[in-house]
């Protein structure tokens, strides 16, 4: 993982977990703690977090900040080219998983017109969009809050998830790797994706050109476990073939 690499990785695991130490995070990148302090001085230049004795917290500023960012941010218009051609896929009356981050949010919006759909979804964003969709049923899983990101995890949300079954899983990821496979950057994520894979008829990837060629922190799935891939156009020709090669359905998103 070069430098940039590990100095975003630790920011999302900050703007998750709001404190960290030092061991934690050397063990969790495999790097020395003499490499992760020297990352934190970075970081706490930045304004990004305070360091305290053995670790680094998340500058309550920089949070609030964020925060703000987040509400008002517009979607990019490949990411919305994205969730347009995964909506048309979704039929009325099937049941549907929609996970976190801004394409699934953004899926969601384009479902207004469906018909008996249920969906199924651990993103608050996602249920604050349909709430008032009396032609769509909404089960919000329960579970921990993650801040910032605004979806639920841990138990509760994974049994949630064992009671459902689900004809259609959108979802993304933080990393796309033709060798490593599928990665995330929160542990938590694992039980969760796994749960919604052995409960789910279709898993479909959501995930613009900027994940490919990425590594997460922790491999979620091989590269052959998922059945259908959406992004746009400018994946690089590699995962094209590769796709190709091994019958895995590719959407892209050329009118942006």
């Known amino acids: 993982m070069f430098g940039i690499e590990r100095l975003q990785a630790i920011r999302e ?11 934690s ?3 969790m990148l495999s790097v020395s703690e003499v490499t992760i302090r020297r990352d934190l ?3 706490e230049k930045e304004g990004f977090i305070v360091k305290t004795y053995g670790g680094a917290m998340l500058k309550e500023q920089q949070l609030n900040q964020l925060l703000m960012e987040t509400k008002n941010v517009s979607i990019n218009k490949e990411d919305g080219a994205i969730a347009e051609i995964a909506a048309s896929m979704v039929g009325n009356n099937e049941v549907i998983f929609l996970g976190g981050g801004a394409i699934c949010t953004e899926i969601s919006k384009y479902l207004k017109d469906k018909q008996g759909v ?6 608050l964003f996602v249920a604050m969009n349909l709430y008032q969709q009396t032609n769509i049923k909404v089960i919000l899983t329960g579970g921990e809050l993650r801040s910032f990101t605004g979806t639920l995890i841990g138990n509760d949300a994974v049994n949630t998830l064992k009671g459902v079954l689900i004809q259609k899983a959108f979802f993304t990821v933080q990393g796309i790797d033709i060798d490593v496979g599928y990665t995330v950057n929160n ?4 039980f969760l994706f796994q ?9 479909i990837l959501t995930a613009n050109h900027t994940i490919f060629g990425k590594i997460g922190l922790t491999k979620l799935f091989s590269m052959d476990e998922i059945d259908e891939v959406i992004t746009d156009k400018r994946i690089p020709d590699a995962y094209k073939q590769y ?6 359905k590719l959407y892209t998103a050329y009118k942006v």
């Open 13 to 23: 695991i900050l703007l998750d977990k709001k404190t960290v130490d030092v061991p």
């Open 25 to 27: 995070l050397s063990k």
């Open 41 to 43: 001085d970075k970081l």
């Open 118 to 123: 249920v969906v199924v979804t651990n993103n």
């Open 187 to 190: 542990t938590e994520d694992i």
């Open 195 to 203: 749960t919604i894979k052995s409960v789910s008829k279709q898993l």
């Open 243 to 248: 796709y190709y090669d091994n019958n895995i």
